[in-house]
């Protein structure tokens, strides 16, 4: 690869994806695609066996055998005794969009066969992640027989083993330790034990896309056993929208069978079917066709507010109701309660960034008091704006620690906390490789932080962890018509795995900017050819990237953007989002 621009304005460095105009010709003679085309997929490394599969993501072709997973067979075999033996199932789900949406899931496909289930989601701060033991034990003693955990319970070994009499079966995608809960099944593909095959297959599911291959699994079973003869068979297709948010708001790459679940999961949503999912969008005045954009950031974030600053349930709640009256008031009380988590969220971002050594390896911020839902934002926030792994951590009246941690691409988090516990520097935690949380006390604090540092010394010796970004070649403004913009749509679902693309444009100025919201950066671009672009930058107010774009002085500058196409209000318009600038 190529390095196009040493530093910029946002202290990256640009470099260009490579391609060979003889690998271009080939694919436009094999695949019969455009210059374009061709040149885009060679440089996100396909070639002519991947291309047409990437292309055209087909769940018929893309799909493996979800038998493949330990535990899968043995788990479907005990839920087609529990539905055929009327025997009472309850579901254990996590509180952010991930589980919100496996809970939900789950739900509706047992609903859609009959089988009535109950559905509990912890509260975040009386409870905390994952199953407890009185939670356990009053399931137990109600007379459930199975409890399906989703999201959590990988290490949840002292509830677990209170489940004495009910059968536990795991749906989960976090990291494992050596050590394996007493479940009746665990299903994980990042269990430490799993094959190598599977891992590979599976492992960068999130943990809906687990659950999803579950019912697909006991589908299958229940249609051997004949348990359709009397029963309308659900449409398994309707139920990859939620499929579709979960993976894009727990930053899983799009790739592989992600990609798939998502690509097939935005159709499904655009159709508003279901009746959360529409409420919520109406709530927050999302009039187009979805992306993976409005998942993570518009839809994601109300769902999640409920278990950051209100009720833990709603998300799940909102997200299997056939009520239309109940979705809609659900939808504006968590669009409230995400209003509330932004002004603590701000409040708690602020205070952490008085902390940040800008010079030191990661970032590690703490303070008494810090609101336990927002602290995963602050550290996202934080850890895009120095492209450090960061964790955030609340201390309780008692001195112990909840924490937030998100990585960088090249530092594996949920593996380094497991490390940290083993070595007693945490009370305990998980996580996977971009996120992670944990416990702890503050003696452990500088112990964890030391090692923390260095982790990452370590790791930086193996794998180049400072910030970059790829460029997919040059374009001018006038060549950013909506024909084009269509055209490498084809690459499209973008998101972690599968970045949008982003394009360098020579010489650009600013011809005038707009504040908006007190942070984000409206502007319109020109050449000097009388073409006029728009783009806005998010967050930039107060940065260097910031600053050189509200400066009127008119300088050029050279741009580096991601170009897409609006579709706000039924009207089609280019525009461009800021990636990052650079001054000759």
Request: proline content about 5%; hydrophobic content about 40%; overall charge negative.
């Amino acid at each position: 690869m190529t390095e196009i621009c040493p530093q910029s304005l946002s202290h990256k460095r640009w470099i260009l994806r490579p391609s060979e105009e003889s690998h271009v010709l080939t694919f436009m003679q094999k695949l019969g695609l455009s210059p374009t085309l061709s040149r885009l997929l060679i440089m996100r490394g396909h070639d002519l066996e991947t291309a047409p599969s990437f292309l055209k993501p087909s769940l018929r072709q893309d799909l493996p055998d979800p038998l493949k997973l330990k535990d899968m067979s043995k788990a479907i075999q005990r839920l087609v005794t529990a539905i055929t033996s009327n025997e009472k199932i309850v579901i254990w789900g996590d509180y952010d969009v991930d589980g919100a949406t496996s809970s939900a899931l789950l739900t509706r496909f047992f609903k859609a066969i009959g089988i009535p289930v109950a559905v509990y989601i912890p509260d975040r701060i009386k409870e905390g992640y994952g199953p407890n033991i009185p939670g356990i034990q009053k399931f137990r003693d109600q007379g459930y027989a199975v409890m399906i955990t989703v999201d959590c319970g990988t290490t949840s070994f002292e509830a677990i083993a209170e489940a004495q009499g009910m059968d536990v079966i795991v749906l989960d995608h976090h990291a494992s330790e050596a050590k394996l809960p007493s479940a009746f099944a665990l299903v994980n593909p990042n269990r430490i034990d799993e094959s190598i095959e599977s891992t590979h297959l599976f492992g960068h599911l999130a943990a809906v896309g687990i659950s999803f291959l579950c019912i697909v699994a006991l589908n299958r079973a229940l249609r051997d056993a004949g348990f359709y003869s009397s029963v309308k068979e659900p449409d398994l297709m309707d139920l990859l929208d939620l499929v579709a948010l979960g993976t894009v708001c727990d930053v899983m790459p799009l790739t592989g069978l992600n990609r798939t679940f998502v690509s097939q999961g935005l159709k499904v949503m655009a159709k508003r079917k279901n009746i959360g999912l529409k409420a919520l969008a109406d709530t927050s005045g999302l009039d187009e066709k979805p992306t993976p954009y409005h998942l993570g950031f518009v839809l994601g974030p109300r769902i999640n507010a409920g278990g950051r600053v209100g009720e833990s349930f709603l998300g799940s709640r909102l997200l299997s109701t056939e009520n239309p009256e109940e979705a809609y008031e659900i939808a504006k009380k968590l669009d409230l309660y995400n209003q509330e988590r932004r002004v603590l969220e701000a409040e708690a971002s602020d205070q952490a960034l008085l902390q940040v050594d800008p010079e030191a390896p990661a970032i590690v911020v703490s303070r008494d008091g810090w609101h336990e839902g927002v602290i995963g934002i602050v550290a996202g926030r934080l850890k895009e704006r120095f492209h450090k792994p960061t964790a955030v951590i609340t201390w309780n009246p008692e001195g112990i620690g909840k924490a937030s941690a998100r990585s960088i691409p090249g530092f594996d988090f949920g593996r380094f906390v497991h490390k940290a516990h083993h070595l007693g520097y945490v009370l305990g935690g998980g996580g996977h490789a971009m996120a992670a949380g944990f416990s702890l006390t503050k003696e452990q604090l500088p112990q964890l932080t030391n090692f923390l540092m260095s982790e990452l010394i370590r790791c930086e010796e193996e794998v180049d962890l400072k910030p970059q970004l790829k460029c997919d070649g040059y374009l001018d403004l006038r060549s950013l018509t909506p024909s084009l913009l269509s055209e490498i749509e084809a690459l499209a679902p973008f998101g972690m795995g599968n970045p949008g693309l982003k394009f360098v444009f020579n010489d650009v100025m600013v011809e005038s900017y707009q504040l908006i919201q007190d942070q984000h950066i409206k502007c319109r671009f020109s050449q000097g050819d009388g073409v006029v672009v728009e783009g806005i930058g998010f967050r930039l107010k107060d940065s260097a990237l910031g600053d050189v774009l509200m400066d009127c002085s008119r300088r050029p500058l050279t741009l580096l953007a991601s170009p897409k196409l609006d579709t706000w209000g039924g009207k089609v318009k280019v525009s461009l989002m800021i990636e990052d600038a650079a001054t000759s």
